[in-house]
Nanobody
Framework: QQQLVESGGGLVQPGGSLTLSCAASGFSLDDYSIGWFRQAPGKEREAVSC????????YYANSVKGRFTVSRDNAKNTVYLQMNSLKPEDTAVYYC??????????????????WGQGTQVTVSS
């Protein structure tokens, strides 16, 4: 069974940090580019970041650039999203998604065909 599982979400105060994990089973993430997306209640799905498979290239939405860092550990078959300086507007369900791509990655959700179930991040004082 091919599966992506997000973890690491929770409640954090503004200015705090969280690290999300996206772990793959049943396939090797080193063959895939990974995107991170989020969706708040009543709002559209929003791209956050992506990381390519080879020579990892990364992209970030302007809203998170300088605060979030995406990385991958292929030996652990896991991709991470380090989130610093969190703001209330970062509150959302965060999803990771996989696309079989090597050279570059995209922030367009329609390119991804394997999705995790999401993990809730709440930023509140």
């Amino acid at each position: 069974q091919q599966q992506l599982v997000e973890s690491g979400g929770g409640l954090v105060q503004p200015g705090g940090s969280l690290t999300l994990s996206c772990a793959a089973s049943g396939f090797s993430l080193d063959d895939y580019s990974i995107g991170w997306f989020r969706q708040a209640p009543g709002k559209e799905r929003e791209a956050v970041s992506c990381i390519s498979s080879s020579d990892p290239t990364t992209y970030y939405a302007n809203s998170v650039k300088g605060r979030f860092t995406v990385s991958r550990d292929n030996a652990k078959n896991t991709v991470y999203l380090q989130m610093n300086s969190l703001k209330p507007e970062d509150t959302a369900v965060y999803y990771c998604a996989a696309e079989r791509r090597f050279v570059w990655c995209t922030l367009g959700a329609g390119h991804y065909d394997r999705w995790g179930q999401g993990t809730q991040v709440t930023v509140s004082s």
